[in-house]
């Protein structure tokens, strides 16, 4: 079944078609949801709340548009308010602990692909929200320009000159890090 | 950083280069895994549609029970409740802190009414919650008069829902979605050619008179309660906020809800044609 017909039949509330719906696209959801939240549990609830949203607004989705831009503008939507709540400290209380294992069980020491991975996205959540969303979708979850676009609500030009103006700020903030590990010895 | 980029390729291949490594530094995130999460959504679904009904009942219940309670057993206001103006298919019930306090410069007819049997309503919480949902094509052929749909603002477009209903005279309910906000309703405009009342409110915070091509029209503020239809099958719903313009022109009556001011609701009322 295709998904426009996915999307009608779940706009009529069709469970199985929901059901289908957010098996398809939970991953790229959940992922986003992490990356700005950097906590599963909040990822989970964001993710949950992103699908809970689109299927309460899907008569005003037209169904011949692509359904992951959609359900992912309203998940960066959503974590980042989430990033700015109070409910967002609490959340940090209790990851805390979990995050600090997770990080003790990549040892910087010994570069690997994850832990480069997970020092340049330390580094880009140290962007703004708006960077960070374009960043996220073209780059981690590598969305076309296209997809983008219509995550972002943004024309394709648009992104174009937003993504080369992120990535500028990446470099700018990734090469005192490289030229300090440089110094330190440990390239 | 071993997989972040060096940075000294030429500069029209810089962008690229830099953005080919970022992808495949990336593809190796370690993400958490990816709960199933169809079920649990399902089911917050199911809940979400529970509560809101059970909501929406209680909360209708209750207010049609107060001005039940405030019309047939409070006797000062009683009396004062029981002045109404009227604009063509519109009634509009006016309390007052006494029953002496008369309203002076209302347009309209101010009459007596005593209500003869206990109203039985079907709670609404929102104007899409309206039954006879239809296209604007049928609800022209069942209305028996011509719609009329704004001209102003010019980007307004057709409306998102239309709605056929049959109140003991025929009204058509049209309504326009808030592209920013796609939950909230942007305004609704119902048109009647009826000649008796099918809609009545009661209460509004304050009523400003208004004209709306040279004649008497009334804007008036929320919260106010309701109710459309006329015998015993009627819709009741809380007009939480906004404002309303009432208005009539020969046969037709007008009421439009909008998240607007006084002066962009007569535009708009003034800009009615005749669907093309």
């Known amino acids: ?187 | 950083m071993s997989e972040i980029p060096e940075f000294n390729p030429p500069a029209d291949q810089l962008e690229n280069s830099f953005e080919s490594q970022l992808i495949r530094t990336t593809r190796s995130f370690p993400y958490p895994p990816v709960p199933d999460l169809s079920q649990a959504v399902l089911n917050r679904l199911a809940s979400r549609r529970q509560r809101r009904t059970r909501r929406t009942l209680v909360v209708v219940g209750v207010l049609a029970a107060l001005l039940l309670a405030v019309v047939l057993f409070v006797p000062p206001v009683r009396a004062a409740i029981l002045e109404w103006i009227r604009i063509g298919a519109v009634r509009i019930f006016l309390v007052q802190p006494t029953p002496t306090a008369t309203p002076t410069a209302r347009p309209g007819n101010f009459a007596t009414f005593v209500p003869t049997s206990e109203p039985t309503s079907t709670p609404l919480s929102s104007v899409l919650d309206l039954s006879g949902q239809t296209t604007l094509a049928d609800a022209q052929s069942k209305s028996g008069f011509s719609i009329r749909l704004p001209a102003y603002p010019a980007d307004l477009g057709l409306p998102d829902h239309v709605f056929v209903q049959d109140l003991g005279g025929t009204a058509v309910v049209l309504v326009w979605m808030d592209r920013a906000q796609p939950d909230h309703v942007k305004l609704s405009l119902t048109e009647s050619a009826s000649d008796t009342i099918l809609f009545q409110k009661f209460a509004p915070k304050s009523i400003e008179n208004a004209t709306v091509n040279g004649q008497t029209a009334l804007w008036m503020d929320g919260p106010y309660l309701l109710v459309s239809g006329a015998g015993d099958a009627t819709y009741t719903r809380l007009v939480a906020a906004g404002h309303t313009l009432v208005w009539s022109d020969g046969q037709l009556s007008y009421r439009l809800e909008i998240r607007s001011d006084l002066v962009s609701a007569i535009r708009l009322a003034e800009s009615l044609r005749p669907e093309p």
């Open chain 1, 1 to 187: 079944m295709d998904e426009s017909t996915l999307i009608q039949l779940a706009s009529q509330h069709n469970e199985q078609a929901c059901e289908a719906l957010v098996f398809e696209h939970q991953q790229a959801v959940f992922r986003l949801a992490y990356l700005f939240t950097g906590d599963p549990d909040e990822a989970e609830d964001v993710t949950q709340e992103s699908f809970i949203r689109a299927f309460r607004f899907l008569d005003k989705f037209d169904p011949e548009r692509s359904f992951r831009p959609w359900v992912l503008s309203i998940a960066a939507n959503l974590a980042r308010n989430r990033l700015r709540s109070f409910k967002r400290y609490l959340s940090i209380l209790k990851g805390a602990a979990r995050r600090e294992q997770e990080r003790a069980s990549i040892d910087p020491s010994q570069p690997t692909p994850a832990a480069d991975a997970q020092e340049l996205w330390r580094t880009v959540r140290k962007m703004s929200l708006e960077d960070q969303q374009v960043i996220y979708l073209r780059y981690f979850l590598e969305l076309s320009e296209e997809e983008t676009s219509a995550a972002l609500q943004i024309p394709e030009g648009t992104v174009k000159s937003r993504l080369h103006r992120a990535l500028s700020r990446l470099r700018a903030r990734l090469e005192p890090e490289r030229t300090d590990a440089v110094k330190g010895g440990n390239p």
